[in-house]
């Protein structure tokens, strides 16, 4: 195969490709390291390259695929890992034992972590060619990618559009036709938001599902691990691969009787949906139409499929999600900043740590409880439906530099949360949520008019990601406007 044609591969499909050997782990390897230096650098999807890692993986990889050829053991699904040879890079927030690490900051100095996390063994196992480390803003605190130490990251799409955040160098990858496949985190919707802005797949399993372990912990339970693709398949068959519990887990969800790659091929049932088109966090968030149009339309597919969808309100009101602030800011107080670097902080970060340091430990604890006691009203509140539907963001990709707001930290802070007024109900119920490319809507800008996408979200009661994944796929095969995944995007500038 051609390097253009095995770019636009998912991750499932070039695996099969690699076993027939079509192509090679190396072919593949050299033909995504050209994108990643070309492409990948005019969208700010990376901040290093490993290809000296990528290279001795892409050889091994191809060292075993040529022997399970050789003893026809190649078509048996269990007799090599997965994903052998895909390449998957993974976000700079997470360590990978000899790629340099900086977490998005001009704080801290780039420092080579002696061992992989857990996740990044998890893929490693699974067969995955390290590539590089993709961008993320300081520290993954915002919802645009916008680093100091860095470009912005753009979507595609439109390149002087944000590509979200903070897992938005993984979705400039994957959205640009680099890599199948991208490592990313959601610690307040950092997989969703590029997912919206950059017309893939993003989805957040339930807490406790994915684990941080050995290496790392929960802390209050926000925040977990995920990948970036372009189908909901892909999606469920990396959900198989980092849905493996570490002893000592704090929070354990049961995977299910079968597989996610099975759930997308698995009739959900009559499923009673939710339509919530209100904004939950900020009432007076702006809503552009094509957002809700998209979840409308969304909705009408649900129902043509025989499913039940009403309408529901917000589960609480907008005033209690001050509980998940205070946690947000008390964790960037976390931030491994030494002395006398504070000033290299951005401002939004020095903002958010200030905030963290005014909280006191009877506050921090009475934030905690008061999370614990919203997820059960939000249970409560939503007993009646089986899903809730509703836009995934209140706007179209935002305007690189239109949300980062230096000299007011506060509003920055206070636009974001309009920008992404459902996305962190789910991270503080622990509750799987997933967004998928259904809309589009044309915008204009300082390039010109460009069609960029629109996602919708999906969201389900704790431990019902397999539900999600099927509803999910037979919203992908019936949507008559989800052309992302065949779309290439335009040549980047």
Request: net charge negative; aromatic share 0%.
């Given at each position: 195969m051609s390097s253009p044609d095995v770019l636009e591969l998912g991750a499932t499909a070039l695996a099969h490709v690699l076993r027939t050997g079509a192509t090679s782990p190396t072919e593949v390897l050299d033909a995504t390291l050209d994108a990643a230096a070309g492409r990948g650098a005019a969208l700010g999807a990376f901040t290093v390259l490993a290809p000296e890692l990528a290279r001795a993986q892409a050889r091994a990889a191809e060292s075993a695929l040529v022997a399970a050829r050789?003893?026809?053991t190649a078509d048996d699904p269990g007799a090599l890992p997965p994903f052998l040879g895909v390449p998957c890079p993974v976000k700079d927030l997470n360590a990978v034992a000899?790629?340099?690490?900086r977490a998005g900051s001009a704080a801290i100095d780039p420092f080579t972590p002696p061992d992989d996390d857990g996740v990044v063994t998890l893929l490693r196992a699974a067969g995955t060619v390290m590539v590089g480390k993709t961008a993320t803003p300081e520290f993954g605190l915002p919802c645009y990618t916008e680093p100091d130490v860095g470009p912005p990251a753009r979507t595609p799409w439109d390149p002087s559009r944000s590509a979200g955040g903070s897992s938005g160098g993984a979705a400039a990858a994957v959205a640009a036709r680099i890599v199948p496949v991208a490592h990313g985190s959601d610690g307040g919707g950092s997989l969703r938001i590029p997912a919206s802005a950059c017309g893939l797949v993003g989805h957040k399993p339930s807490r406790g599902l994915v684990s941080p372990g050995p290496l790392g912990v929960d802390g209050p339970g926000l925040a977990t691990h995920g990948v970036l693709t372009r189908t909901v398949r892909d999606t469920a068959a990396f959900l198989d691969v980092l849905a493996r519990p570490w002893p000592g887990d704090t929070f354990v969800a049961g995977r299910g009787p079968t597989s996610f790659t099975a759930?997308?091929?698995?009739?959900?049932?009559?499923?009673?949906?939710?339509?919530?088109?209100?904004?939950?966090?900020?009432?007076?968030?702006?809503v552009h139409p094509a957002c809700l149009d998209a979840a409308r339309t969304a909705a009408t597919l649900l129902a043509a499929a025989g499913h039940d969808v009403v309408p529901v309100a917000p589960p609480f009101p907008a005033e209690r999600w001050a509980a998940f602030a205070a946690l947000w800011s008390v964790g960037a107080l976390q931030a491994p900043?030494?002395?006398?670097?504070e000033d290299d902080l951005v401002p939004l970060t020095r903002w958010l740590r200030?905030?963290?340091?005014?909280?006191?430990?009877?506050?921090?604890?009475?934030?905690?409880?008061?999370?614990q006691q919203l997820t059960r009203e939000v249970a409560t509140a939503w007993a009646d439906v089986d899903v809730v539907l509703s836009p995934t963001l209140a706007q179209p990709p935002a305007l690189v530099g239109s949300q980062r707001r230096d000299d007011d930290p506060a509003a920055d802070f206070a636009a974001q949360t309009a920008f992404t007024p459902w996305t962190s109900v789910w991270n503080l119920t622990g509750r799987p949520a997933i967004s998928l490319p259904l809309g589009e809507t044309r915008v204009d800008g300082p390039s010109g008019a460009a069609?960029?996408?629109?996602?919708?979200?999906?969201?389900?009661?704790?431990?019902?990601?397999?539900?999600?994944?099927?509803?999910?796929?037979?919203?992908?095969?019936?949507?008559?406007d989800q052309p992302w995944f065949d779309r290439h995007p335009p040549e980047v500038p």
């Open positions: 050789r003893d026809g000899g790629v340099p690490l759930a997308c091929t698995t009739s959900p049932g009559p499923v009673r949906v939710g339509l919530l088109l209100d904004p939950v966090i900020d009432p007076a968030a702006p900043v030494t002395d006398g670097r200030e905030q963290g340091r005014a909280v006191t430990g009877l506050e921090h604890a009475t934030a905690l409880a008061a999370v069609t960029v996408p629109v996602g919708v979200m999906l969201g389900g009661a704790h431990g019902a990601d397999a539900l999600l994944i099927a509803l999910a796929a037979r919203l992908e095969e019936s949507c008559p």
